[in-house]
Each structure stands twice: as C-alpha cells, then as structure tokens.
C-alpha cells in the first residue's frame, strides 16, 4: 500500500506528539532523560512533545507525517532539525533545494503550504535528545559527538502500534533522506531501529550509555 507523506499543520502537532509519546513511554532512554512525574505519563510526554515540537522542528526543519489515505488518520511522525542557521531541505519554505528568494526555481517542488504560526509562550522544555534535564555525565558527550559541519538531525520517529511493520517508518525515513543533501544524525535507543538506521546508511558514531545496554547510540550518514 502507498504511503503519504507532508508536513504536519500546526493544528495536527498535539496529535503527532500524542504517537510518539505513546511509542516512547516505555523507553528506556527516555525513562532515563525525562523521569516519571507520577500520574499519567502519556499524558506527560505528549505535553512534553507537543511543545518540544512547537519550539523545535516544526518552527526550525519539518515534521513529516505518514497516513495511507489522503484526509486519513496520521499513522507516522517524522521529526527533524534543520541545519543551523539556514533550512536548505526541498520543502514548504524552500521548494527546490537550488533556489533562492531572489531566484525562485522555475519547476518548484511541490509541497503543501505550511500556516503562518506564532512562536508559542509557553517555556521551551528539555528534549530529550537535546538535553537531559538532570544534566546526565553523557550529555557532553553526546554533543560532542554532534558532527560540527550543517547537518540535519532526526529528534523523534515514531509509528501508530497497529501500523508498525508496514513500511511506515521506513517511508518516512526514504522521504526525507531523499530530499536533503547534508549529513544525518540520530540516536538509536533500541537494537531494533539501530537495525532500521543502518540499512539507510547511518553509520555507529558511539555509545552514548544513557542505560546500562549503552544505549541509546549516536548515528550518522557519511
């Protein structure tokens, strides 16, 4: 089945957050960076995302969704920092990757219009694979890790429970690696989607030993 993919409204942020919350709630990295509050801790992360993605990819890169059907539910989210300070990506701000505001490509690609959209007020949170609030002795060595040339960096994916293993994820990841020209870096914060990176070409940087297993481990495409 065919996969559709665009860059999630402002509207359907709250909705994106809400799957990779419920996909990370039980992570391990994730336990480690973002503690339990008490209460409902999907409740918690999916506030936790939803400002993190207002405050980062959807303001500073892209957050792809993926449904099956045009006007479908979104099955798969997608985040992803541009580089820094410039978004060069193929998308709603820039739609042919050699173009310019001054010299606009003559066959721009198409995408769907992304809103206007006011910097949110509240407080800016901890992401997870940013910072580690409680300052984890990994943390510097994460950002170290970080390459120092413009790269895009892929903060969260995650896929609805009852579309996994359907190519979701795998759509995602072939969308966007498809449209950028710098380098990609992640962490893998399981075995699994070490597996899922590694056949798209990312390459083992380090272990950034956030859990006792070593995980999650930093990433990147050459």
Known sequence: MSVIIRPALREEIPACAAIVAAALRDDAVVEAVVPREGGDRLRQLTAFYTAGFLHGAFVSGVVDTARRAEGGPILGVAAW??????????????????ASPEHPS????????RPEHPRPEHPRPEHPRENAGHQHPAAGTKHRLRPTRPHWYLSDIAV??????GGIGSALL??????ISEPAYLEATTPASRRLYQRFGFEVVAALHLTPDGY?????TR
């Open 81 to 98: 920092i541009a580089p820094s300070p410039h978004p060069t990506e193929p998308g709603p701000e820039h739609p042919d990757k050699n």
């Open 106 to 113: 003559p066959n721009p690609r198409p995408e769907h219009p």
């Open 160 to 165: 609805v429970a009852a579309a996994r293993r």
């Open 174 to 179: 072939a969308h966007r690696l498809g449209r």
């Open 216 to 220: 999650p481990v930093a990433m990147l």
